[in-house]
């Protein structure tokens, strides 16, 4: 492959951050049309990165405390961004890969190149498997509380005065007859239609959509847990004494919140000038971070230890947890719909480029394209199902997957590629730069080494107290109401 002469004069961490403006990057034969600018890049990000992640990362931080709880938050938003920059870096001088893939391969051949492909794909279908959970549990809360209005409606009509009055201060339980499972099936049905996007420029607008619907559960979360006041009894802790293990527990999620770095290759292979894809990483991780800050510090605060691994666990059973679910299954498909676009793009590919690559429904082949695509997104949607099923704990999902794949992702993969860049075309390094990089690999090591363990322990854990893969797991077994707000007490 083709390398690019460019060099960089100054090797300093902060001059490097700029790259400069090159004539137009010739894409691939095979490639799709580059239309996207910086601001379609940035919706994208946000969309992608602002997504599961940040439902678990008040509970993370809930078991290191404030500082470390801070730490961590403010620890993952630059290296993050910086490592964003290295892949940037390395498109400029790779500039006909598109993915891990392409780029494992230019560098150190065929099989670096397969092992590449093998975690950035493992690691899309896993977090595929987790937004899978997030939507079935969407579908639980707003099928749940409907379930619960009628049965309360029932009780006003069919029940006497003084029959209601005995129920008046009684919790009811009511089980609806929507198991986990079922609700999975219906998020596949629903996901069917919106799978059929094909490319990321399809998409980039539906981000704005997504980024919306996210800030708006997230804002019904907090304003019910202010409403709801300080809990009772909770601890609120400067430095909590945390076990070796939950501590690289929650850090594998506050890793997994901001990683976003599995498709930044394929964001970049779809714009028109790459070079300003450090644009894109400028605009929306501050708006990630404050957003991350709001959620952390508002739960916490109010809530301490008892603070729930899924923040939507926090809003009561009513009408506004049915709209905060509803919004979330928005959120949730848009992701899901870009995620499923890179992976199943991918195996379109290997079966058949050329159709691959027929997007224009003038082409008389377009509709075999699309079959072809029809097919392919359906069997991965069905294997990630399974997935969702076979672990179905949202936070030790997000655990795990942040643990075990995304530092390779993250960290590993930029930090190691961008050093073998810059021997290969005499790129100075500079020293204080080349510790961070190396900092950075070690630190992703420790986390895959540590946090997976960490995370498996507390998949058995948790597996042990609440139940087996493809349990039924049924919102409303917790769901319940105080009638006396709901029935006619005259």
């Known amino acids: 492959?083709?390398?690019?002469?460019?060099?960089?004069?100054?090797?300093?961490?902060?001059?490097?951050?700029?790259?400069?403006?090159?004539?137009?990057?010739?894409?691939?034969?095979?490639?799709?049309?580059?239309?996207?600018?910086?601001?379609?890049?940035?919706?994208?990000?946000?969309?992608?990165?602002?997504?599961?992640?940040?439902?678990?990362?008040?509970?993370?931080f809930s078991k290191v405390g404030w500082f470390f709880g801070f730490f961590l938050l403010i620890l993952c938003c630059p290296l993050n961004m910086y490592t964003g920059i290295l892949l940037s870096r390395l498109r400029k001088y790779h500039p006909s890969t598109g993915t891990y893939g392409e780029l494992g391969e230019s560098?150190?051949?065929?099989?670096?190149?397969?092992?590449?492909?093998?975690?950035?794909?493992?690691?899309?279908?896993?977090?595929?498997?987790?937004?899978?959970?997030?939507?079935?549990?969407?579908?639980?809360?707003v099928r749940c509380y409907i379930n619960l209005l009628r049965y309360s409606r029932s009780l006003t009509h069919t029940h006497s005065t003084h029959l209601t009055s005995t129920y008046t201060h009684t919790q009811i339980f009511y089980n609806t007859n929507i198991c986990r499972p079922v609700a999975g099936i219906i998020t596949c049905s629903i996901l069917l239609i919106s799978n059929q996007a094909r490319t990321l420029r399809n998409i980039a607008w539906l981000s704005v959509i997504s980024f919306v619907t996210i800030f708006i559960v997230l804002a019904i979360?907090?304003?019910?847990?202010?409403?709801?006041?300080?809990?009772?009894?909770?601890?609120?802790?400067?430095?909590?004494?945390?076990?070796?293990?939950?501590?690289?527990?929650s850090f594998s999620t506050f890793i997994f919140a901001?990683?976003?770095?599995?498709?930044?290759?394929?964001?970049?292979?779809?714009?028109?000038?790459?070079?300003?894809?450090?644009?894109?990483?400028y605009t929306s991780y501050p708006v990630i971070f404050i957003l991350y800050a709001c959620v952390v510090t508002v739960s916490y605060a109010y809530q301490g230890r008892e603070t729930p691994g899924y923040i939507l666990e926090t809003l009561n059973y009513s009408g506004t947890k049915s709209f905060a679910n509803l919004?979330?299954?928005?959120?949730?498909?848009?992701?899901?719909?870009?995620?499923?676009?890179?992976?199943?793009?991918?195996?379109?590919?290997?079966?058949?480029?050329?159709?691959?690559?027929?997007?224009?429904?003038?082409?008389?082949?377009?509709?075999?394209?699309q079959s072809q695509w029809f097919v392919i997104?359906?069997?991965?949607?069905?294997?990630?199902?399974?997935?969702?099923?076979?672990?179905?704990?949202?936070?030790?999902?997000?655990?795990l997957v942040g643990s075990m794949l995304s530092p390779f992702l993250a960290f590993l993969f930029p930090c190691v590629f961008y050093l073998k860049t810059a021997k290969m075309n005499s790129i100075i390094i500079d020293q204080s730069e080349r510790f961070l990089i190396y900092g950075i690999i070690a630190l992703g090591v420790s986390v895959v080494l540590f946090g997976t363990i960490a995370s498996i322990r507390d998949l058995v854990h948790h597996t042990e107290e609440y139940g087996s893969p493809f349990d039924c797991f049924c919102e409303s077994k917790t769901c319940y109401f105080d009638n006396s707000k709901l029935v006619d007490q005259d």
Request: charged share 20%; hydrophobic share 40%; aromatic share 14%.
């Open 327 to 369: 919004m979330m299954f928005l959120h949730m498909q848009i992701s899901f719909t870009l995620n499923i676009q890179v992976s199943s793009r991918a195996i379109h590919r290997r079966y058949d480029r050329d159709l691959a690559n027929c997007i224009d429904t003038s082409n008389p082949r377009f509709w075999k394209a």
């Open 221 to 249: 979360c907090l304003h019910d847990i202010e409403n709801d006041g300080v809990v009772p009894d909770s601890k609120h802790d400067v430095v909590r004494q945390v076990s070796f293990w939950n501590f690289y527990g």
């Open 1 to 60: 492959m083709s390398k690019n002469n460019s060099r960089e004069e100054d090797g300093s961490m902060l001059s490097t951050f700029e790259i400069e403006d090159d004539a137009p990057i010739k894409i691939l034969t095979h490639s799709l049309p580059a239309e996207n600018e910086w601001y379609h890049s940035s919706f994208l990000l946000l969309a992608d990165i602002v997504g599961s992640g940040v439902l678990a990362l008040a509970g993370a």
């Open 258 to 281: 901001w990683a976003g770095q599995k498709i930044y290759l394929e964001i970049m292979s779809e714009m028109k000038k790459p070079s300003d894809f450090p644009k894109s990483l």
């Open 377 to 399: 997104t359906s069997i991965l949607m069905f294997c990630t199902y399974t997935l969702s099923n076979r672990i179905p704990f949202f936070d030790d999902f997000v655990e």
């Open 107 to 141: 560098l150190y051949g065929k099989n670096v190149g397969y092992i590449c492909y093998t975690f950035l794909y493992v690691y899309l279908f896993f977090v595929l498997g987790e937004y899978m959970v997030v939507m079935s549990r969407s579908i639980q809360g």
